[in-house]
């Protein structure tokens, strides 16, 4: 027992110490960093303990995509194509794969009852040059018997299109349930001042792409700091002017941010511009909001796709060889990359030179 603790951390301590079950661990050890005053003579205690939250954090969080898995028996994976994977989210009904069907090259089954898609369907989208994955997720709503794969699958996408019905009165609370569903399982939509992402891998060691500036910190101390945390290979990438502590936050908190549109669909239908008027006041300054009309979709979609393509936040960079021609396809990456970071993807000796 650490003993410069005051009564009540102790008193804590000792419950998270008798803790059984995983989740009564996490609920134990959280009131208990919380109880801990910050100063220098508890700076080793709670940066440990703030680890081991992570860990346990991440087992139940796998152990969740294990029980999710096996209850449903429905394979809610799609590998990453492209330059990005982008998922359509949203009640049944609401015209899912009549957008796929519209945006890419996928045809996906389209029916007129309730839950047609059953699985996940990717389709690809073209343009500028980039190729962007778009997912259909099975609906999200009341009685969907596979929200829990889907969340998990929203959770690893790069970027969030909601689909809404805009016919229906309704729309706004199908989006208001799958906030709430989002929000449960620490995906936020409000984008922060600095954004971190780890992508988990099984091989390569670990990688440290910043677009922006570390404050008290460099690289290596942060590979350092996802090593304490049981991380030997990983990618992470930082957007903004990002410290250590910040670092240690996203890990702690295990918040992904997601980057999202709204797409107001069946505006060819009656009621929906009138609907349209209390999704877009409901949703000001959150999540922008697009009408469309599959039945009636606009001759040019570049619009559209220019929005979707936005989630990515990324740049195109089109490479050319000594007396070639330049490339048709782009090396697409982050905004914010430095020149030594497109060196390292290109070539190892370009890099090193």
Sequence with gaps: MVTNLPP?????????????????????????????????????????????????????????????????????????????QILLV?????????ILSLLTNAKPKIGFSPFTTKTPTPGMMEYMDVKIQLVEVP?????????????SLCRNADGIIFVVDASSKEAINDLKFIFEKFKASRITLKKPNVRIEIERRSSGGIHVFCMGNLKDCDKDDIVELLRSYGLSNALIKIWGDASLKDVENYIDSSIVYKPSIVIANKMDLEGSHENLKVIEKALKDFIKVIPLSCVNPPKDLSTLKSEIYGLLNVIRIYTKEVGGEVSSKPLVVPKGFRVIDVARLIHSQLYEN
Excluded: D
């Design 90 to 98: 949203g009640n049944t009904m609401s015209g899912k794969s009549s």
């Design 139 to 151: 609906a999200i709503c009341i009685g969907a018997p596979w929200i829990n794969p889907a969340l």
């Design 8 to 84: 009540q951390a102790k008193v804590l301590m000792r419950e998270y110490q008798e803790a059984k079950s995983l989740p009564e661990k996490i609920s134990k050890l959280e009131a208990l960093i919380s109880a801990i005053p910050e100063h220098k003579g508890t700076e080793k205690l709670r940066r440990n303990l703030k680890r081991t939250l992570a860990r346990l954090k991440l087992e139940l969080e796998e152990r969740e995509k294990k029980r999710a898995k096996s209850s449903s028996g429905l394979k809610f994976s799609v590998k990453k194509e492209g330059a990005g």
